[in-house]
């Protein structure tokens, strides 16, 4: 069937986007729908556990949001500019959204806290432009005093602490916005869930900003993904197939760790992957029609209308059962978008 971008719209009040994160974090809601019996559960998300065995494999995005919303002046003229970094290129060179764009042509450079330069050296994807930055001392220290959190444009509150924007085993930095299902997750609930014999492993993808644009396209198979850098470890793809071996479940946690186990998935062979570290550039496309290879259930946030996430989900939960899941949503007034509640898909 062939389906369009209106296809997956649906009427979201604005009251219902979340501006603010839950604390704690696993008190969030949690609605799960399985897949076999067609029945949705409403629960607390503390209750995942009781969704997962021993033997699963629980696997999470581990890249780290980098406070790239820079705010500065123009040299010469002292004028406003905003740089918000997508995606590193180079040691010192980047790619980034700038304002005002007219301004900002290749030559131009903008001061930035009295210890960083960027200097626009070419246009690039998207309006975009390729920035390179000079500096004296650790890039990333003085990108943690000079920049600012990069929260979706539909969040209006400051965010009072940056770590709330962060997952708790974020480490690797580079994503330029949050893998925000994995925001509901505390120590504690992981070490529970690891005391049940699930087994929580790693991948890495930079979130870019593309992942939360709508699709522009009226046939969503002509929509362009962008392309973000992935990083599956050894380790993880050892996990998965002992899950596989064992007849347990791989849990994506989240968008972003399912389409990056789905780009290694093209690597298996027999339903199991060659045991070895995966990286590169993924720029896969999930939605209704594609068959999912490596993952048993997905854990994920309420997204944006007509948006390629909510068309993998609709992928991977049918695409009938999740427009009617969402709506179910609105009307029992979930919180949606990165602060608000989850999903279970199982």
Request: hydrophobic share 35%.
């Amino acid at each position: 069937m062939k389906y369009t971008t209106k296809d997956f719209y649906y009427d979201l009040p604005d009251e219902l986007i979340a501006q603010t994160p839950i604390e704690p974090r696993d008190s969030a809601g949690l609605l799960v729908y399985n897949r076999a019996s067609g029945q949705t559960e409403h629960r607390v998300f503390r209750d995942v556990i009781d969704y997962l065995s021993d033997g699963d494999v629980l696997v999470v995005n581990d890249s780290r949001v980098l406070p790239s919303r820079l705010y500065g002046k123009k040299c010469g003229t002292g004028a406003a500019a905003e740089l918000l970094l997508l995606r590193q290129e180079g040691k010192d060179t980047w790619q980034a959204l700038v304002k005002p764009g007219k301004k900002l042509r290749p030559g131009a450079e903008v001061e930035i806290n009295g210890e960083l330069w960027a200097k626009i050296l070419d246009y690039a994807d998207g309006g975009s432009r390729i920035v390179e930055f000079v500096y004296d001392g650790n890039f990333y220290e003085i990108l943690d005093r000079a920049g600012n959190m990069p929260l979706p444009p539909y969040i209006f509150k400051k965010l009072q602490d940056n770590e709330r924007y962060q997952t708790v085993y974020s480490k690797p930095p580079g994503s330029a916005a949050a893998p925000t299902a994995g925001l509901h997750f505390t120590p504690e609930l992981l070490d529970r869930i690891r005391d049940k014999g699930v087994t929580v492993a790693k991948v890495t993808l930079h979130v870019g900003l593309g992942t939360f644009r709508p699709v522009k396209t009226d046939d969503i198979s002509a929509h362009k993904m962008h392309s973000e850098s992935y990083y599956m470890p050894e380790s993880t793809a050892r996990h998965i197939n002992s899950a596989k071996k064992a007849g347990r479940r791989v849990v994506a946690v989240g968008t972003t760790s399912c389409r990056t186990i789905e780009t290694v998935g093209r690597f298996a062979q027999n339903g199991l992957l060659p045991e070895k570290d995966y990286s590169g550039d993924t720029d896969i496309f999930i939605c209704p029609g594609y068959e999912f290879v490596l993952t048993d259930s997905l854990i994920t946030n309420f997204h944006l209308p007509e948006s390629s996430l909510i068309m993998l989900v609709s992928a991977f939960a049918g695409y009938q059962n999740t427009m009617s899941i969402y709506r179910a949503a609105v009307q029992r007034k979930y919180r949606f978008f990165s602060f608000g509640d989850a999903m279970l898909v199982e």
